[in-house]
């Protein structure tokens, strides 16, 4: 919850919700909220609904004679371009068909942050995109020497305990720079399949491609490929 003043002195209480899946009596507690924060600050509150994987939440709720009108933010229907510039950049990575390509922009949005704590936070919330997309930015942040911003967070020092036992299972003599390129090696084959269909040696090529070591130009040689035999050449 926030108070903004705003340029005519006058006072907006903004009340925000991040809403990850359809709940039952959701809206209902929103009607709940306004009512209270109306009471104790005597002005009526706007209230935003953030969703960052999509949800059925249109803005109004109606509920007998009651009435609530708010504004609701789906962020997969948003354009990256300005959550990567605003103080929330790891919501791009919610916006696009391929996040992938945004991993390298987020992490240098993150590096950019002053204060650790801030930065732990945006750590977090990139990460909850899902299993894959953490273990890239967990790699990002690697090649970065910024693990210790993992180390802030409960969900990052699991990430990084995850991956360190991923590790010591497939043994010391595999070498660490391999056991750097498997998760990228993973995110590229899954873009192989989707590019061009589940058919054989997209193992290979996407072992290839991770071992070249710089990351987003596989991915970019991958979306711009109209066939296999461009990325075998």
């Known amino acids: 919850m926030f108070k903004v003043v705003q340029a005519d002195g006058d006072e907006q209480v903004i009340h925000v919700e991040i809403q990850t899946r359809p709940e039952s009596g959701f809206e209902l507690r929103m009607a709940t909220y306004f009512t209270l924060l109306a009471a104790r600050y005597r002005s009526a509150p706007r209230q935003v609904v953030i969703m960052p994987i999509g ?45 992938e390509l945004l991993i390298d922009d ?35 942040l690697e090649r970065r020497n910024m693990s210790n911003v993992l180390e802030g967070t409960a969900l990052g020092k699991e990430l ?16 660490e720079a391999r056991g750097k390129t498997e998760g990228r090696t993973e995110a590229l084959h899954v873009l192989l399949v989707d590019r061009f269909g589940d ?5 290979v090529i996407a072992a290839s491609l991770a071992a070249e070591g710089d990351f987003a130009s596989g991915l970019k040689r991958i979306r711009s490929a109209t066939s296999l035999q461009d990325l075998v050449d």
């Open 55 to 99: 949800g059925p939440y249109t803005g109004r709720y109606r509920y007998g004679r009651l009435s609530l009108d708010y504004d609701a933010v789906d962020i997969t229907r948003l354009a990256p371009e300005p959550l990567l510039a605003g103080p929330l950049a790891p919501l791009a990575l919610w916006t696009t068909e391929h996040p």
């Open 106 to 140: 987020v992490v240098d949005r993150i590096a950019l942050e002053a204060d650790f704590e801030h930065q732990a936070v945006l750590a977090e919330l990139a990460i909850l995109k899902n299993e894959r997309i953490a273990v890239l930015i967990r790699d990002a």
């Open 160 to 175: 990084l305990a995850r991956g360190e036992a991923r590790g010591e299972a497939r043994g010391e003599a595999r070498g």
């Open 199 to 203: 058919v054989s040696g997209l193992d």
